[in-house]
């Protein structure tokens, strides 16, 4: 373990901030995963970019997106390790949600080939990516406004026999399913302390409350990992501690959480390793701590007129 | 001034064959809008596919089919059939039509998608080419009798306070029926897990897809599912008034529909049904008011004529579109966390 | 996703707004109306002598073929007109006449139905038709072999001039149109009706009110065109500041600004047609065309100078949007909206000369459409939908691809007449866009979008 990466690591409590520690619930899975096995695991992994893990979840080769004559993403290997927090980070237009949108095959690259848990999914249809056990979010929050929020929640559960045109004018087929649907989606609203806007539409909720929302809705596939677009852009500062402290409390039940962000303070806080792009490429990887020296990151972010550049001092 | 004939106008908008027709295509169009939020301009198609449907099946293609292969269909089986292609397999055709190139593009595709089907449909229905088939631009005819046959009312007598005859009355009792099933059907569907993800799609299609839902599909099936809506419409329309003519069918027909649909309101299982009464009310009733000013001489022949009332109904029905629109989004009597237009 | 608020309030100001420009128009139609109103009479049912006829020819098979949509202009003795009709689907025309006498009647040649052409060419118009009091006199127009065989010209190099020229007028209405989608991103359905407009604006001066207080030139056609562009353009800014604008204040969405914009097409259209009637009319100018000859296809002298001014216009909006700072800001706004703002453009300022440019584009068209066939109520919508499969084809809301796209299109048009018979033609187009939003939805010059 380098000295860096050991200094930093001390000042991360193991499951986020303590005031904020999320009750247990029942409805959030639990994955057979050694989470302190594999964080340490990530201490041999050398800090440089396209750098392969001891046991990566996610790996992405040679994946190439051109928009005209623009090159978005040209990213030759990244891998993702298993049951940690990893953050991707970098300026603004570096690609890092067009990175997002080819892993979860919202787009399709021009070339590369993607595998999850093993198995190739260059030619899986998004709606089909989340049965694979991988979920995103969105940076625009996707709330659906004009539904409430257990209704949301109730959306997220998959493999629901009243979901089928012609089962679902017969009740009698689906309705024990939906009333577990119903307490799992409960259980899950008390976890994430929204219960009593149980029954209110999405759209009067706060910009942060529909973060959580949305987070709290993708739980409901039980994914195995959880992909975050920005989740603490325009949430009030008073959630934000709530919404790290669900972020570490997801990984400490054996999921992986890849996350885009701005906020270096939150990557320093939460995550167990970091990727960093600039204009499409993986130019630098390595714990939080190790970032802040990295040359090149320090080129990328100076190089880039972007207002909320990297504290490059903090951490390090 | 004849009160009564006004009175009775809007009787049968709030009730009438026209009433059943438009509620009907109405509650298609809001599985579409209302529900998946899809742009279907070509509801009148659909309608114009249950029309044909059957009255081709009666009338040129079952005559020919019987002729050519030996089948021998009696004209009662051959209303059965024709109800099937116009219910069933017309519908579907339509949908995968439409649906295919669009339903995975940008919703506006659909939107233009559908006016070109309906202008496709005119030209071809309307072109003497193929008068043994649709009966070109007088249509088709004679294909109603095994429905009439049905009527256990005599046809010379009047029904529901005069309001109409035996035959009319019948036809206004099965219509009657039909949108009771067809609300209900809706009711279960929107309720349903089903109509759930409908609902996420209108809001957002990404985020559906995100949760593992196949958005193209579920708009498929919707696009169809409130095609048949819109052809058991037209068929009922066909056989109200015994005829399938193309310019029963023509692009404003939708607009019509369109209008139903907003003013009761989209998204909501009774809002077809209040929105087609309502229009039908104020479109038949000003109408009679209109032409019997006319006639009276109330209105001057040099500003007003009796062809010309008929075209102040598609203006009211153009501005209807505009300010509901623009104002009421919601429908009439919709609260504003409703709202189906905008959010997007 | 734009955020939406539409507060159910009515705004007075913009209700005034939107009334004013329903008051305006109604106006000027109005204006327009005793004209077509004076055919309305002459068309009732009190009259008692008529002339008419069916036009019929004979198919392959020698089945019969009944033309439909092909225009026939009576005249009195005197040589002015005394009315118009139009065949319907059986082939039957019929025009009431004021009182008996003796007439000629004049079938317009460019309204026949591709492949088709009259036997005996000089006996149109058909002159010194007496008409008994009291009597429908029946006349007869026979049609003869198919025009290819008695010339040589090349029908594909024909058919290519012809979907040229229809390609050209498509693109000149459908400019506009792709620009207002590019800039305010509105799929207007109600641009059809500009250039109907703009049709029914020229024939008025051309045609109905015979303004002649300043000399001649006042109802030469060549000035109805640019009064023409002056109405459409005054109405384009006028919608755009009186309906548009007031929904995109109040950020209203996309659909709901779609919606508007359909049920405003159906108002105005119907509008038009309750002022003007349903029937065809006819500029008094290049109503008999000279054609000239160029061995494999011949031309219309109109139709010639048509393709030459619209092209020549067309490359003028063309080095407009490259050379001119206007034209770049449209481009720079359609390309992307936020980063035009962001950059110093006055992104209202943009869209309000789209408006105007576009509009006053579209009625430019709309009187090259009515020279080349007729002027009714709803031209504008059908070519909507043309203009939809050039501008689909070419690539939504790039002004380059709509020209490109519409160009095409109306080479597909004509050119499909080659397979299809000719009153199918505008299937082939509405086909062909469908198929292209399979094979190509992003279109030829587009680029793909990207998500999230």
């Not at chain 1, 303590?18 to 959030?28: F, G």
């Not at chain 1, 919404?243 to 939460?270: C, K």
């Not at chain 3, 943009?350 to 009625?363: D, P, T, Y």
């Amino acid at each position: 373990m380098t000295d860096e990466f050991a200094k930093h690591d001390a000042l991360v409590p193991e499951a986020g901030p303590k005031s904020h520690a999320p009750h247990p619930a029942h409805a959030l899975p639990m994955f057979d995963v050694d989470v302190a096995a594999a964080r340490s695991a990530l201490s041999e992994v050398p800090w440089e970019p396209g750098a392969s893990k001891p046991d990566p979840i996610l790996v992405a080769d040679n994946v190439v997106r051109r928009f005209g004559g623009l090159t978005a993403v040209d990213v030759d290997h990244v891998e993702v390790q298993r049951g940690v927090i990893t953050a991707l980070i970098g300026p603004n237009g570096a690609g890092k949600t067009t990175l997002f949108n080819l892993l979860t095959n919202f787009d399709t690259p021009d070339t590369g080939s993607r595998l999850f848990n093993g198995q190739a999914i260059d030619k899986v249809p998004a709606h089909k990516i989340a049965g694979y056990g991988m979920v995103r979010t969105f940076q625009l929050t996707k709330a659906l406004s004009k539904m409430t929020v257990i209704e949301n929640m109730k959306l997220g559960a998959t493999d629901q026999r009243g979901e089928s045109l012609f089962a679902s004018v017969l009740p009698v087929l689906w309705r024990k399913q939906e009333n577990e649907i119903e307490s799992r989606a409960d259980e899950l609203l008390v976890h994430f302390k929204m219960e009593h806007m149980r029954d209110q539409f999405a759209g009067t909720l706060s910009g942060g409350q529909r973060k959580l929302l949305e987070m709290a809705r993708a739980l409901m596939v039980e994914p195995e990992m959880v992909m975050l677009d920005e989740p603490m852009a325009g949430v009030n500062p008073a959630l934000t501690q709530s919404l790290l402290g669900h972020v570490t409390g997801l990984r400490d039940r054996g999921m992986t959480v890849l996350f885009v962000e701005h906020d270096m303070d939150m990557v320093q806080e939460i995550s167990d390793w970091v990727i960093v792009m600039a204009e499409g490429k993986i130019i630098a990887e390595g714990p939080p701590g190790s970032i802040g020296q990295n040359q090149a990151v320090v080129d990328a972010y100076l190089g880039s007129s972007h207002d909320s550049a990297l504290d490059l001092g903090e951490g390090s | 001034m004849d009160y009564q004939a006004i009175i009775e106008s809007l009787f049968r908008g709030l009730i009438g064959e026209r009433f059943i027709v438009f509620a009907l295509a109405a509650i298609g169009l809001n599985l579409h809008f209302g529900y998946t939020g899809l742009l279907n301009f070509g509801q009148a198609v659909f309608m114009a596919a249950g029309a044909y449907g059957l009255a081709m099946m009666v009338a040129t293609v079952g005559p020919r089919l019987n002729e050519n292969t030996g089948l021998n269909m009696s004209e009662t089986t051959l209303f059965w059939v024709g109800v099937f292609t116009a219910v069933v397999v017309f519908p579907i055709l339509f949908a995968l039509v439409m649906g295919i190139p669009t339903l995975r593009l940008r919703a506006d595709y659909l939107a233009i998608v559908t006016i070109a089907v309906a202008e496709i449909f005119r030209i071809v229905a309307r072109s003497p080419r193929f008068d043994w088939l649709t009966g070109s631009s007088d249509g088709l005819t004679g294909f109603s009798g095994t429905f009439y046959d049905l009527s256990p009312f005599s046809t010379t007598g009047r029904y529901f306070f005069n309001l109409f005859t035996g035959n009319q009355f019948f036809l206004v009792l099965v219509g009657w029926t039909i949108l009771a099933i067809g609300t209900t059907i809706c009711w279960l569907l929107v309720r349903s897990p089903w109509g759930r993800v409908l609902k996420a799609i209108r809001e957002d299609e990404d985020a559906a897809r995100s949760l593992g839902k196949n958005a193209y599909s579920y708009k498929m099936q919707a696009l169809i599912l409130g095609g048949m809506f819109g052809a058991v419409g037209g068929m009922v329309r066909a056989v109200g008034f015994s005829v399938a003519q193309p310019d029963n069918f023509i692009t404003d027909v939708t607009f019509f529909v369109w209008v139903a649909l907003i003013l009761g309101g989209a998204g909501k299982v009774f809002g077809p049904l209040v929105g087609a009464a309502l229009l039908y009310a104020v479109l038949d009733s000003s109408d009679t008011v209109l032409r019997q000013l006319v006639e009276n001489d109330y209105i001057p022949s040099s500003f007003m004529s009796g062809t010309q009332v008929g075209q102040v109904r598609f203006m009211i029905v153009g501005l209807g579109l505009v300010l509901l629109a623009a104002f009421r989004p919601q429908g009439i009597f919709g609260n504003k966390e409703e709202m189906a237009l905008d959010d997007r | 996703m734009r955020s939406a608020n539409l507060t159910p309030t009515v705004q007075p100001a913009w209700l005034r707004l939107i009334l004013g420009a329903v008051v305006a128009l109604l106006g000027l139609v109005a204006l327009g109306g005793p004209a077509f109103a004076q055919e309305d009479e002459g068309g009732s049912e009190g009259a008692t002598e008529s002339i008419g006829g069916t036009l019929q020819t004979k198919g392959e098979d020698g089945e019969k073929i009944f033309l439909e949509g092909v225009t026939f202009i009576v005249l009195d003795a005197g040589g002015s007109e005394v009315g118009t009709a139009e065949s319907d689907a059986e082939g039957v025309w019929r025009v009431d006449l004021p009182s008996s006498g003796v007439y000629s009647v004049e079938l317009v040649e460019a309204t026949l139905p591709e492949g088709n052409a009259l036997r005996n060419p000089e006996k149109n118009p058909l002159e010194g038709i007496e008409v008994q009091p009291n009597t429908n006199k029946n006349t007869l127009f026979p049609l003869g072999e198919r025009e290819a065989s008695d010339n040589n010209t090349n029908r594909v190099a024909q058919l290519t001039v012809d979907g040229l020229k229809l390609g050209l007028i498509i693109a000149i209405c459908a400019i506009g149109l792709s620009l207002i989608y590019g800039t305010t991103g509105l799929t207007n359905f109600a641009h059809g009706e500009m250039v109907t407009i703009g049709a029914m604006v020229a024939y008025l001066f051309n045609v109905t009110w015979h303004l002649d207080w300043l000399g001649d030139w006042m109802t030469s056609l060549a000035f109805g065109a640019v009064m023409a562009v002056l109405v459409t353009g005054v109405l384009g800014f006028a919608f755009n500041e009186g309906v548009w604008k007031p929904l995109r204040k109040r950020g209203a969405s996309l659909i709901a600004a779609l919606v508007v914009s359909i049920g405003f097409s159906i108002f105005v259209r119907y509008i038009l047609l309750y002022q003007f009637g349903g029937r065809a009319g006819f500029y008094r100018d290049f109503r008999i065309g000279q054609s000239i000859d160029f061995g494999i296809f011949t031309i219309l002298k109109k139709d010639l100078f048509i393709m030459v001014f619209v092209t020549l216009i067309l490359v003028c909006v063309g080095l407009a949007l490259q050379k001119t700072r206007a034209g770049k800001a449209m481009r720079a706004v359609a390309d992307n909206r936020d980063l035009a703002e962001s950059s110093g453009i006055d992104v209202e300022k943009v869209i309000r000369l789209v408006w105007i440019i576009g509009s006053a584009l579209a009625g430019l068209g709309g009187v090259m459409f009515g020279m080349t066939e007729n002027i009714n109520w709803e031209m504008g919508f059908r070519l909507l939908l043309l203009m939809f499969a050039g501008v689909t084809l070419g690539g939504l809301g790039t002004a380059y691809g709509a020209l490109l796209g519409s160009i095409i299109a109306g080479l597909f048009i004509q050119l499909s007449t080659l397979i299809l018979p000719g009153d199918m033609k505008n299937v082939g187009a509405l086909v062909a866009l469908i198929l292209i939003l399979l094979i190509r939805p992003q279109g030829l010059l587009g680029r793909s979008e990207r998500i999230g």
